[in-house]
Structure formats: C-alpha cells, structure tokens
C-alpha cells in the first residue's frame, strides 16, 4: 500500500506572492486553495497594466475654459494700458509722436525721469504733499466713520433710524455741490494753500459710515454680552474688541479713503495756490504745455504717482481679500 506525502497547493503561494506584492504590506491569509486562487487572480489582475478611463469632456469644464478666457481678456484690458504708460516713459517725444503704440522704444531713453529729477518741476514736493494729505484724511476717516458706524450699529438712541436715514442721502448728492460751502469754510479757518484745506473737509466720510456700519451688524453680539457680563463699557467693548475683529474692513476703507484722496483733482486746484504746495495730481496737469507736450515726460509722472499707490495695495490685499470673503458670513 502506497503512502503519499501531502504536498501544498503552489497556488497558495503565488497567491500569497501576488496578493503581497499587489497590495504592498506582504501579508495574506492561508485559508486553502480557494483563497489562494483568489488570492493569485487579485494579484494578476493589480499587476497587469490597464488602460485608465478616459476622462469625458464635461460642460463644467467648458464653462471653466470659457471663464478662464474672459478673465485673461479682461486682465489684459487692465494691464496693456499700464504697461503702455511705462513703455512710452522711456520713449523720446519723436519716438511717441511717429510711433506713438509700439511696445519697444526706439531708442530707449530715461531723459524724461532724468528731466523729473532735475529740479524743473518739485514733482517729489507733490508727491510728499500728497501723501502727507491722504495719509492725514484716511486717518481721520477711519475715526470719525468707525465711531459713528459702531453708535449706529450697536447702540440705542431716539432717532438713530433718521441720523442714519440722512447720512445715506448725503451720497445722492454730487460732491461738487459742496465746493463752493467748503471753500468758504476753509477760507474762513484761515487753511488756503495749506495742507489742512485737503484734509479736513473730507474727513467725514457717509460712505465710511454706512460701510463700517453695515460690517458691525454683522460682527456676532455674544462676544459684546460677554464683555458687558465682565464690566467692559461701550468704549472698551470698542477699541479692544470690534476694532480688532473689523481690521479688514478698517484696511478696505483706508485705502478706498487713501486713493480718494490721492486721485483728487478738482478740489486742490480750488484751495492750493502756490506752485510748490500743490499735490500730485494738480502738478502734473502743469507738465502740459499750452502749445507742445512732452508726453514722455507726462507718463513718467504718471509712473511715479502709481508706485505708491501699488505698494499700498500690495501691503492691505489680504485685509481686502478677508473682508471680502467675511462680508457674507454672519455670526
């Protein structure tokens, strides 16, 4: 009588082999030769190379490369003029005159940044003046139009429906309206030709206020309940708490306020009589001759008076960017 020695499915093995080096942690389970098999087709099935689905071509995705287009026209719509004014600032005027849109000045020339710096015209005088006034004003603004906006968004008085009712009405009427009453109030103060008659009378702002007081209605009240239940007043509650919570809206409004007063023409040309204490704006309408001019020139101070105002929104594009995003969230 023969005997025979029981030998292990080879199944097993490959099984196991394969399992482990299709899955990458080498274990499997010894459960006879079903499992094994099973094991083993896992394994030829994970290792043989499969063609990936292809991807279908969906209408979303339409949509989105269709945005993309828009967004890439409307970049450029923005952009090509800007880069326009850099490129013509480094053009001579025979450059600007026979090739007044090229994008490669022939030759390229700095006498017009040369002739700004030369002392002709006190441009770094204008500049310096405007920045000392929207500078003066934005802060002004930021404290008038935060304290009202926080009295009329969280505090309780007779009347606070119409105050808040007129200070809306005021941003119907246009700002030219009230040149000739603020002339005469700053002829009065004794401010002409001085940097307070482009300071003070815009420093209460309606817009301000209805921004500032639109961003605190949304601003949670418990935090408010909470500070009150530990003895803070409306002051404290204020400066140590809603302040800190509306710094992106106070960001957004300091530069809204800062470029408000930096792009202003009409006002300083009223109130600012010496050639030396006028602001950018104003100067550089003066670079303009009556018969000829010097368009290099021109765009060059044009460059000069938008670096400033990039580097400002370089530095508060995140604040921005967070009140945006917080407008629409509310506590």
């Known amino acids: 009588m023969s005997t025979s020695t029981p030998t292990r499915p080879r199944g ?59 967004l890439v026209v409307v970049s450029l719509i923005i952009v090509l003029p800007l880069l326009w004014v850099l490129i013509t600032s480094f053009k001579t005027d025979g450059d600007v005159i026979t090739n007044p849109y090229g994008f490669i ?30 500078t003066l004003q934005t802060i002004l603004i930021l404290v008038t139009a935060s304290a009202a906006a926080y009295a009329l968004a969280r ?13 809306i009405a005021t941003l119907l009427v246009p700002p030219v ?33 209805f921004f500032l007081r639109q961003f605190f209605v949304g601003l949670p009240m418990e935090i408010e309940e909470a500070a009150r239940i530990d003895g803070a007043g409306d002051l404290r509650i204020f400066l140590q708490i809603i302040v800190p919570l509306s710094r992106p809206a106070l960001a957004t409004l300091a530069v809204l306020s ?42 060059a101070g044009a460059v000069i008076a938008s670096v400033p105002v990039l580097i400002l929104f370089a530095l508060a594009q995140r604040q921005i960017v967070d009140s945006v995003a917080s407008s629409g969230v509310k506590g």
């Open 258 to 299: 800062f470029l408000a007063n930096w792009n202003d023409f009409l006002w300083p040309i009223y109130v600012l009589l010496s050639p030396e204490n006028l602001t950018l704006q104003p100067g550089l309408s003066q670079l303009q001759g009556a018969y000829s001019t010097h368009f290099s020139i021109v765009m």
């Open 12 to 70: 097993g093995d490959d099984g196991v082999e394969g399992a482990g080096n299709a899955n990458g942690n080498g274990s499997a389970s010894g459960n006879g030769g079903a499992s094994s098999g099973s094991g083993s087709g896992r394994g030829r099935a994970d290792a043989s190379p499969t063609a990936a689905p292809k991807r279908r071509f969906r209408p979303r995705t339409v949509r989105e490369a269709i945005l993309y287009v828009v």
């Open 155 to 167: 505090l309780e008085f007779r009347g606070k429906k119409l105050v808040f009712g007129l200070i």
């Open 177 to 209: 309206i009230f040149l000739i009453p603020n002339y005469l109030i700053v002829q009065n103060l004794g401010w002409l030709d001085t940097i307070w008659a482009i300071s003070i009378p815009g420093a209460a702002s309606a817009f301000g206020v």
């Open 105 to 134: 000045p022939n030759p390229f020339s700095t006498e017009a940044y040369a002739t700004l710096s030369s002392g002709q015209q006190p441009i770094f005088r204008w500049l310096l003046n405007s920045f000392l006034a929207a």
